[in-house]
């Protein structure tokens, strides 16, 4: 069967008065941006106080969800297949052919919901639904009506242009529009933790950029590329993501040579965090995030979060701080990004890693050591 467009159903939570245009808007910002993946013409309108995705040709089906089930800010998606007005008798012979397209097995419980846009349609809606009901269960014995639980919520719509048509809802991805939040700056390396970071955070509306540091030739290529696709891959779900690769071997040389082994990775981390945040700062992002994840590995025990955290001014964000590794590691894989992240390719973190790091380092003497390099000039150069 033919659907001619798709019904956008969001939360509506939170987001009255003035707050509601703009999270609209977002949203079909969003919607537009997801829609240009798909082969075939829509339009992405607002209409009272609802959104649908309109088809102007043939398209792929599969694809046009698969795209809308990317897009934070809905909560179900609602295909919708339009009819032409002609004549009730027509409509409920349509209505019929819906349902055994739709439900070919035969047997549920239904309701039928009628609503009225143009009001002088010769039926009204309660007519409607005790009409159309009938002739459901006329045509297929199985049926049954249950108008407080029932399985399947048929909508009839009766609209100026034509009748609406709908009662499967897919879930989609929930969360907020991005854009209605702020915007971050993420941390992304090639790894499987923040590329889910950032679409935690990218799902509670936050338009992300993002921030990579590159070690050559410590650090290949194709360890660079798998940023670039996870990048990518996220940005199906957040819009263009701009990625910027900030080259760190001279500041990985510098504390090789005069740091003490075991602070390495702390004060690495702190010269990412400084940089991460003096990008943040020139490109409007009001907040870093990274994909630590409390105990998981040495430089992300509360200690070490705290030394490294203190260099930053603006908030950070860990949005996976509680979370199981294995809870990652699905949601890494529902999203898209586990396939990339595993891919062998070291990042710059594994090559100067040191054989006994701190786990409880001290923050003064952190500083002291750091002292050693000129740690402006560093950042300034990468
Ligand atoms: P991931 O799986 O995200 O790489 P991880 O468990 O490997 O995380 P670390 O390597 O200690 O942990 O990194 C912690 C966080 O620091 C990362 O989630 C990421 O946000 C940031 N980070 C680490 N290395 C880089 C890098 N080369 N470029 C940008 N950010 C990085
Ligand atoms: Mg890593």
């Given at each position: 069967?033919?659907?001619?467009?798709?019904?956008?159903?969001?939360?509506?939570?939170?987001?009255?008065?003035?707050?509601?245009?703009?999270?609209?808007?977002?949203?079909?910002?969003?919607?537009?941006?997801?829609?240009?993946?798909?082969?075939?013409?829509?339009?992405?309108?607002?209409?009272?106080?609802?959104?649908?995705?309109?088809?102007?040709?043939?398209?792929?089906?599969?694809?046009?969800?698969?795209?809308?089930?990317?897009?934070?800010?809905?909560?179900?998606?609602?295909?919708?297949?339009?009819?032409?007005?002609?004549?009730?008798?027509?409509?409920?012979?349509?209505?019929?052919?819906?349902?055994?397209?739709?439900?070919?097995?035969?047997?549920?419980?239904?309701?039928?919901?009628?609503?009225?846009?143009?009001?002088?349609?010769?039926?009204?809606?309660?007519?409607?639904?005790?009409?159309?009901?009938?002739?459901?269960?006329?045509?297929?014995?199985?049926a049954r009506v249950d108008v407080h639980n029932p399985q399947v919520l048929l909508s009839v719509e009766v609209?100026?242009?034509?009748?609406?048509?709908?009662?499967?809802?897919?879930?989609?991805?929930?969360?907020?529009?991005?854009?209605?939040?702020?915007?971050?700056?993420?941390?992304?390396?090639?790894?499987?933790?923040?590329?889910?970071?950032?679409?935690?955070?990218?799902?509670?509306?936050?338009?992300?950029?993002?921030?990579?540091?590159h070690a050559p030739p410590y650090t290949s290529e194709r360890a660079k590329?798998?940023?670039?696709?996870?990048?990518?891959?996220?940005?199906?779900?957040?819009?263009?993501?701009?990625?910027?690769?900030?080259?760190?071997?001279?500041?990985?040389?510098?504390?090789?040579?005069?740091?003490?082994?075991?602070?390495?990775?702390?004060?690495?981390?702190?010269?990412?965090?400084?940089?991460?945040?003096?990008?943040?700062?020139?490109?409007?992002?009001?907040?870093?995030?990274?994909?630590?994840?409390?105990?998981?590995?040495?430089?992300?025990?509360?200690?070490?979060?705290?030394?490294?955290?203190?260099?930053?001014?603006?908030?950070?964000?860990?949005?996976?701080?509680?979370?199981?590794?294995?809870?990652?590691?699905?949601?890494?894989?529902?999203?898209?990004?586990?396939?990339?992240?595993?891919?062998?390719?070291?990042?710059?973190?594994?090559?100067?890693?040191?054989?006994?790091?701190?786990?409880?380092?001290?923050?003064?003497?952190?500083?002291?050591?750091?002292?050693?390099?000129?740690?402006?000039?560093?950042?300034?150069?990468?």
């Amino acid at each position: 069967m033919k659907y001619h467009a798709f019904l956008i159903k969001y939360a509506e939570i939170g987001i009255k008065g003035k707050n509601r245009y703009l999270f609209e808007d977002a949203l079909v910002k969003h919607i537009r941006l997801a829609m240009e993946r798909v082969e075939g013409e829509f339009e992405v309108k607002k209409e009272s106080g609802r959104i649908y995705v309109q088809a102007l040709s043939d398209y792929d089906y599969d694809e046009a969800v698969d795209a809308l089930k990317h897009v934070f800010g809905i909560v179900w998606i609602c295909p919708v297949v339009q009819l032409k007005d002609e004549g009730y008798d027509k409509l409920a012979e349509q209505v019929v052919e819906y349902m055994g397209n739709v439900y070919p097995q035969g047997d549920y419980t239904f309701k039928v919901h009628s609503r009225r846009a143009r009001k002088n349609y010769p039926k009204d809606s309660q007519q409607l639904n005790a009409d159309l009901g009938e002739a459901i269960l006329n045509a297929y014995e199985n049926a049954r009506v249950d108008v407080h639980n029932p399985q399947v919520l048929l909508s009839v719509e009766v609209r100026d242009t034509c009748i609406n048509v709908y009662s499967v809802s897919i879930p989609g991805a929930g969360g907020m529009p991005v854009g209605t939040a702020g915007k971050a700056m993420l941390l992304l390396s090639g790894g499987i933790d923040s590329p889910v970071a950032g679409y935690m955070i990218a799902k509670r509306g936050v338009t992300i950029e993002a921030v990579y540091f590159h070690a050559p030739p410590y650090t290949s290529e194709r360890a660079k590329q798998k940023v670039v696709d996870l990048a990518k891959q996220v940005s199906k779900y957040t819009g263009p993501i701009k990625l910027h690769v900030v080259n760190f071997t001279d500041i990985q040389t510098a504390i090789y040579e005069k740091c003490p082994e075991e602070m390495l990775t702390v004060i690495m981390r702190r010269f990412m965090m400084r940089i991460a945040q003096a990008i943040a700062k020139d490109h409007g992002a009001k907040c870093l995030v990274t994909g630590e994840n409390l105990g998981q590995v040495a430089s992300q025990t509360m200690d070490a979060m705290a030394v490294t955290g203190a260099v930053v001014d603006i908030p950070m964000f860990h949005p996976l701080i509680g979370m199981d590794k294995e809870e990652i590691v699905t949601r890494a894989r529902k999203i898209g990004t586990l396939e990339t992240s595993i891919l062998p390719y070291e990042d710059c973190c594994t090559v100067f890693t040191p054989k006994h790091p701190k786990t409880k380092p001290v923050l003064a003497l952190v500083e002291a050591e750091e002292a050693k390099l000129d740690v402006d000039a560093l950042v300034a150069d990468a």
